[in-house]
């Protein structure tokens, strides 16, 4: 009986159509995915070095090679360099599996997370050198202030633009000092004013947020009241990671905030940190057009498409946590596309 009822409670808000997507004529378009949580130390790096560096994401990265641009959030450095500060959970992976990274089409990589300076400043520096060899555009932290606040900004397809990255408001320190290393930091107010002085440069501003508390379902008010004060000086999409568990979408002023897209690759062993998402869109002169989903799951420090069960179980999460019950799915083949009820 469980069972029916969910499956009635999918078919009245699950839109299931198979059916063409239209398509445009404009060569203008810019096509983005973004992925949350990356790992690539303790099983993960266990696992790499035993299965090699294409065994994380060789089962989810025709998803992503496809796309113009793929941002995710690295957890730690990549580095041998430095030396472990004293806390409890630090994290550094292999300079050389940046080639994880590269081999599955993520090029953009937000550095701005409480775990980027888990070996000091040496590595947080010869993190971004790797990255920058590799062609991959870190952003969101640097050697003082002012570099972790610079945006990666992208011209292509005749389009700008612009990806900023910092941990989440308010931050956990008040003060800052402007020279110190590390992720961007800065106060909301100096946020903004760095997203209204290239506003009329680009034709879109995406921030990456690390914010929000771990393991927890829902953001927290204050997220809501940063997301929105952020869109409505003139961001265009939002993304949000560090709770390692999915959060809901909101679309608020016709702009999408993604909570929190979960653990893309990591070795936690709870459920719902094991399940994710991949959010995707194209940029073009029509905006952001074609926003979707799709569910993902990691098994044996693997990512992989998520199971029909699980999928469901993720999109149903996803509904039920999102702006009042206001986003529903029309599915297409894999991939969930975003609908509202305004």
């Known amino acids: 009986m469980v069972n029916r009822k969910f499956a009635i409670f999918l078919f009245i808000f699950i839109i299931i159509l198979q059916v063409s997507l239209p398509t445009f004529s404009s060569e203008k378009f810019i096509k983005f995915s973004a992925v949350g949580d990356i790992l690539l130390d303790r099983g993960i790096r266990m696992v790499i070095g035993k299965k090699g560096q294409d065994y994380p994401l060789k089962e989810i990265d025709f998803y992503l090679l496809n796309r113009d641009l793929v941002l995710g959030n690295l957890e730690g450095p990549l580095s041998e360099r430095g030396e472990a500060l004293k806390k409890k959970y630090i994290f550094r992976g292999d300079p050389s599996d940046v080639a994880v990274l590269k081999k599955a089409g993520i090029n953009l990589i937000s550095l701005a997370n409480n775990h980027i300076m888990d070996y000091g400043n040496l590595a947080l520096i010869a993190t971004i050198e790797n ?86 379902a829902l953001p927290h008010p204050h997220q809501i009241e940063t997301a929105h004060r952020l869109i409505d000086n003139g961001v265009d999409l939002i993304i949000g990671h560090h709770p390692h568990v999915i959060q809901g979408i909101e679309k608020y002023r016709g702009k999408y905030i993604l909570y929190s897209l979960g653990n893309f690759l990591f070795d936690q062993h709870g459920e719902e940190e094991k399940e994710s998402i991949i959010f995707s869109c194209d940029f073009g002169e029509g905006g952001l057009l074609f926003p979707n989903i799709i569910p993902i799951e990691i098994i044996n420090y693997q990512t992989k498409s998520a199971s029909k069960e699980k999928a469901e179980k993720i999109i149903t999460k996803i509904h039920l946590d999102s702006d009042q019950g206001k986003i529903f799915f029309q599915k297409n083949d894999d991939k969930y596309y975003i609908k509202e009820i305004e």
């Not at 062609?135 to 011209?155: D, M, S, T, W, Y």
């Not at 590390?182 to 921030?207: E, K, Y």
């Open 131 to 216: 990255l920058k060899n590799a062609r991959l555009n870190p952003f969101g932290a640097g050697e003082n202030q002012e570099e972790a606040l610079k945006p990666v900004i992208i011209h292509k397809n005749g389009l700008t633009l612009s990806f900023f990255a910092s941990l989440g408001y308010p931050l956990q320190i008040e003060k800052i000092d402007p020279k110190a290393s590390g992720p961007c930091q800065v106060g909301l107010d100096g946020f903004i004013s760095a997203l209204q002085d290239i506003r009329d440069q680009v034709d879109f501003i995406i921030v990456s947020l690390h914010w929000g508390l771990e393991h927890e």
